[in-house]
């Protein structure tokens, strides 16, 4: 049994069930006094579902009005998967008729391969990669099939690495759609497109259509690229995910490849084994103490600088305040971000990683030009 102080959400955050998971939320659930603020919380890091899942999967008592709020979120999120589930099989089996080749990437992937129930893991769109030469054709696919498909307008547009969303309502829920032609933006700094993914494709069923998503590594690597944009929430269903993926492949990975090919998330599951307790096989494959405390400081807290948070409207304390957080982030976080373990100082954090992520994020951002009539970035007022 591990002494670390998890919290309760890094106990819910897998996608699998463990007698470890239960014992130390048994006595989380028992030790904590306030309630209130977790629906809310649940809410935003996308794990209302993971919540409700595992505290009744356990047979653990908690209040009643926190259990009716975060059932709501899973029943809600049932029926949203399930309406995704059919769109993304109907969109698959049109692009394969019209000879389009297609690779679902991010949550409509992962939902149905790491996790027991896809209404486990929430998603805003599903995300679907084609080569740019059929982008034209699988946006023909979309309208054929009664989506609002956009073309790109703008400036802003036309730098993506996706078309403009695509939706389609049914049953009073909206089903969203990107098509990629590269899965990252300029941003990240990774060209992934249909012409480098690693062969062969990893292939899965959804409602009896068969479709395909990136191999392990690569797709691992996709969740963890995503969760390092400055300029957007660390969410903690990204977290159940990676650990997902961990537990799920542990005997089908190639772990030394992993830490050959991918040295910085080798060492980015030090942090999320320090918010989510992984078990004892994934412990091994990644050289990971089991038990015992975290050596890192702030574990779930995320980065809170520019640019996720704007300087417009605050005032000079709170600038400086800002100023701060921006150039110091959490120990945790940046060590789960660039790939730092606790045997190496933070001192190359705060002077190497954070600094280059900061400056080019920025100055990419700066190169996509204003977005809004508020300002460069989007959200950033």
Known sequence: MSDHSYSLFGLICSPHLSEQRANLLLDKTRELADWSSLPLMAA????????????KSYGIAYPQEVRRAVAGMYARQKAVAAAQAETLAEIIRALNGSGVESVVIKGGAVAHIIYSEAGLRPKEDLDILVRPEHASSAHAVLLELGFHAPLPSSRYDFLQHHLPLAQRTRD????????HTSAFNLLMQDKLSMANVQRPLQPYMVLGQTMQTLNPLQMMWMQYLGLRKLAEPLRYIHLADLAGMAEHFVDAFDWLRLRQDYPDLWNAFEAIHAFSPLNRAACERLELRQSGRSLMANIGDDFQGWPRVGFAGKSRRDQMHLMRSSFCPPDWW??????VRTDHSRASILIYHHP????QQGIRRLYL????SQGFFKGSV
Request: proline share 6%; charged share 10%.
């Open 44 to 55: 935003r890091h996308q794990v209302g579902p993971l919540f409700y899942w595992h505290l």
């Open 172 to 179: 009073n829920i909206t089903v969203n759609v990107e098509l």
């Open 334 to 339: 940046s060590r789960l971000v660039y790939g």
């Open 356 to 359: 280059s992520a900061f400056f």
């Open 369 to 372: 030009g204003p977005v809004s």
